[in-house]
């Protein structure tokens, strides 16, 4: 950590309030950052034996997110909060290729999972063979691709340097002007890194859609309105559109601002335009995890396990300290497993508890009853014009992963 006095960045140029509020976002955002990824990191983990190769992107996502905030938001915090940059050159830039390497593997993995996600759902025949050894060549060239960028400006391929707003570094978007290697830089950094980027994932799910689209209402002709769409359906058009929206509201802004910066005139560009810009970058993230922990099935049930079993242990603990609360805490259990596996039409009554928990050892005479029982889901499987409707058990381990 060097002088403030020794470095190039001296005082931010925007106000001493917006600075405080940056300070402040990114404050919460780290902290939150850290808790999402943290907790799917952990989730994946727990079911690590379970692990389907589409999901690696998923961890790989998770992974590039924890490192952009525990490497930029403790150098961004202090410094947005004293209204100036607090370390020296060297830091500037480790920061600028942090920022850059994180960033551009987060938009390459959210790339390649999109065109993984169109492979499986549109041309099965082949997705059903994606494997863990292509998941990892991919993982593998997802850093390669951003790693390449992110060297750049250290070999004289473009140039990092302070952002405009003061507090932090990044690319120097003005440099075209100057230099024929910067302008190529940033040309080739805009194309590969967000105009290609953008077109897959939004071409990947919007033939997603269409597929599913097309599916439903093949279905729809033979079977009863109440069957018309299917949990896969559903699923994958939520994952679809929270993707697309989270993905052009975090990179949209910087990208255009940058671009701005770039290509026109630089000093017309208001600092507060680039700190707003960061902002909306830096929140990708913080919705990365929660897209995926509360849209993947899979995951949110055995995050609902672990959540459970850890009150489960909680209770248990504060019930051997205080005996007095040990009937209340026993009766706190059994209303609470009535009220989840309590069934009616083969759904649960309360909705807003997991029947997917484990039930609790000291409730007697239910759990025999409850654990052999497992509402039915069908899968409808379309060949042609015809189809039939099987049990998701019946079916193979890929087509079950696929239709959960």
Request: glycine residues 6%; charged residues 10%.
């Amino acid at each position: 950590m060097g002088n403030a006095s020794e470095t190039f960045l001296l005082v931010s140029r925007i106000s001493k309030d917006n600075d405080f509020l940056m300070g402040t976002i990114y404050t919460i955002f780290g902290v939150l950052s850290v808790l999402g990824n943290g907790i799917l990191l952990l989730v994946v983990y727990r079911k690590k034996s379970s692990l389907k190769p589409a999901e690696f992107f998923v961890v790989n996502l998770a992974i590039s997110d924890l490192g952009m905030t525990i490497t930029l938001f403790p150098l961004a915090i202090p410094s947005a909060y004293t209204h100036m940059w607090l370390f020296n050159h060297t830091a500037c830039i480790v920061y600028a290729f942090c920022g850059v390497l994180f960033g551009l593997c987060s938009l390459t993995n959210l790339t390649v999972l999109s065109c993984v996600c169109w492979l499986k759902v549109c041309w099965p025949n082949y997705g059903n063979k994606f494997s863990y050894c292509h998941a990892g060549l991919l993982v593998a060239g997802v850093w390669c691709y951003a790693g390449v960028f992110a060297v750049g400006p250290l070999s004289g391929w473009g140039e990092y340097g302070p952002e405009p707003y003061g507090t932090a570094c990044c690319i120097k978007w003005d440099t075209p002007s100057q230099s024929s290697a910067a302008m190529s830089y940033i040309i080739c950094l805009f194309f590969f890194c967000y105009i290609i980027p953008c077109t897959v994932i939004f071409m990947s799910y919007t033939f997603i859609l269409l597929t599913v689209r097309g599916s439903r209402q093949a279905v729809q002709q033979h079977m009863s309105p109440q069957n018309k769409i299917t949990n896969a359906h559903a699923l994958i058009v939520k994952l679809s559109v929270a993707v697309c929206i989270g993905f052009l509201t975090a990179w949209s802004p910087y990208a255009i601002v940058a671009m701005w910066a770039a290509f026109g005139d630089s000093a017309t560009v208001p600092p507060m335009a680039f700190a707003l810009a960061a902002v909306f970058a830096k929140s990708s993230t913080l919705y990365n995890p929660i897209i995926y922990l509360f849209f993947k099935p899979n995951f949110r049930k055995s995050l609902c396990r672990d959540v459970a079993q850890c009150r489960r242990t909680l209770c248990g603990c504060l019930c051997q300290h205080s005996p007095t609360q040990k009937g209340t805490c026993g009766q706190s259990h059994e209303k609470e497993e009535c009220n989840s596996t309590r069934l009616s039409n083969g759904l649960p009554e309360n909705h807003r508890t997991c029947r997917h928990c484990p039930c609790p050892e000291g409730v007697a005479g239910t759990r025999e009853n409850v654990t052999g029982y497992s509402p039915r889901q069908t899968a409808r499987i379309l060949q042609g014009s015809q189809h039939s409707e099987v049990a998701v058990s019946q079916l193979s381990n890929e087509l079950q992963s696929d239709f959960l």
